[in-house]
């Protein structure tokens, strides 16, 4: 991810085509400790004021959850590299792990970019 392109000592902060709950997660997979999210906000404040923008921000962070339940991650810090596949890579492979009832659960699928 582009975190390490700082050697940690900087948080990485993500701005620009930040569309949807998906660009949010593949961000934070990759390492970003903020992600800004400008236009949406805009053209929900145009279209419909401070009720739009509250609208906006509930519907990106459903996005978000749906997209991160998707890939097998119940937290933000539990999302990483490996939810992310990248053009030209193969899918990763994640963890599968035994459930409560004695199945198996697949930890998901990556979010492609």
Same mark, same amino acid.
């Given at each position: +991810?582009f975190?390490?392109?700082?050697g940690? !000592?900087?948080?990485?902060?993500?701005?620009? +085509?930040? !569309? !949807?709950? @998906?660009?949010?997660?593949?961000?934070?997979?990759?390492?970003?400790?903020?992600?800004?999210?400008?236009?949406?906000?805009?053209?929900a404040?145009a279209?419909? +004021?401070e009720?739009?923008v509250?609208k906006?921000l509930?519907?990106?962070e459903?996005?978000?959850? @749906?997209s991160?339940?998707?890939?097998g991650?119940a937290?933000?810090a539990e999302?990483?590299?490996?939810?992310?596949?990248?053009?030209g890579?193969?899918?990763?492979?994640l963890p599968?792990?035994?459930?409560a009832?004695?199945?198996?659960? +697949?930890?998901g699928?990556?979010?492609?970019l």
């Amino acid at each position: +991810g582009f975190g390490g392109g700082v050697g940690g !000592r900087l948080p990485v902060l993500f701005d620009g +085509g930040v !569309r !949807r709950g @998906t660009d949010v997660l593949k961000a934070l997979a990759l390492g970003a400790a903020f992600v800004f999210v400008g236009r949406p906000v805009v053209y929900a404040l145009a279209a419909g +004021g401070e009720a739009g923008v509250d609208k906006m921000l509930a519907m990106l962070e459903t996005e978000l959850t @749906t997209s991160m339940a998707l890939v097998g991650a119940a937290s933000v810090a539990e999302l990483g590299r490996h939810h992310v596949q990248l053009p030209g890579e193969a899918p990763p492979r994640l963890p599968v792990h035994a459930s409560a009832s004695g199945g198996y659960v +697949g930890g998901g699928l990556a979010a492609k970019l």
